[in-house]
């Protein structure tokens, strides 16, 4: 069975560093990764799709890239703001399932 | 633009009474899935449907059922309430498996 893991479980870091969120998976036959940023009380919000085929996608200060070999996606947020504090999942199908890891919980401090 | 809303917002029920939350999306995506949302859980799949007339259940659908009778609605229905059924649930849609997962704002239902 498929087991999705993110370390660390909360982050705290000032405004202004760049940080990696991590994602690691135990089976790499998957379609693709989602990541997506969930604030406190509304639903899921997508930043960024990598297909199976693909090592990274970049969208502004987001980048997140993916290693199926070592079954880990990384997200890697650049100068960081209090704005994008969230809490962060990543989401992967493998097999006809849509499997979520449990979270990182990121507090950017001003 | 397109979007994919849930009804109600906010629901408290009774153990016991049947319950429907309503999911609609307008994307016109032939995928929808229902998902629920616990502290020490994360989010786990109800049921999803791939088109027109398909359900499927996923790894938490005992006392959840959905029917899909056209491509923007999914509702999902709880046949009798229990406590264990106190959560956020979410819809979501997505145009094939290989394209993004769009969630709507959810429902959070309280069972007492």
């Known amino acids: 069975k498929q087991e999705v893991t993110q370390i660390p479980a909360a982050l705290s870091v000032p405004e202004g560093e760049n940080l990696v969120l991590n994602c690691s998976f135990t089976?790499?036959?998957?379609?693709?990764l989602q990541w997506f940023r969930q604030d406190p009380g509304k639903g899921l919000t997508s930043l960024l799709l990598?297909?199976?085929?693909?090592r990274e996608q970049t969208s502004g200060r987001l980048n997140a890239s993916l290693d199926k070999s070592s079954g880990r996606s990384t997200l890697y947020i650049a100068a960081s703001q209090p704005g994008d504090s969230a809490t962060y999942l990543c989401?992967?199908?493998?097999?006809?399932?849509?499997?979520f890891g449990s979270g990182t919980k990121l507090n950017v401090k001003p | 633009d397109a979007e994919i809303t849930q009804s109600p917002r906010h629901k408290i029920t009774e153990t016991g009474r049947q319950v429907t939350l309503a999911c609609h999306q307008t994307?016109?995506?032939?995928?929808m899935f229902w998902y629920r949302q616990d502290l020490g859980h994360g989010l786990r799949l109800i049921h999803y449907?791939?088109?027109?007339?398909?359900?499927n259940k996923g790894e938490v659908s005992d006392g959840y059922s959905v029917s899909r009778s056209n491509t923007e609605d999914l509702p999902l229905t709880l046949e009798s309430a229990a406590s264990s059924q106190t959560s956020v649930y979410f819809c979501a849609s997505s145009g094939n498996l290989y394209n993004e997962q769009f969630f709507g704002p959810g429902t959070r239902l309280t069972v007492l």
């Open positions: 089976d790499s036959a998957i379609y693709n």
């Open positions: 990598i297909q199976s085929s693909q």
């Open positions: 449907s791939y088109g027109v007339h398909d359900t």
């Open positions: 989401a992967l199908w493998n097999f006809n399932k849509f499997y």
């Open positions: 994307w016109n995506h032939n995928n």
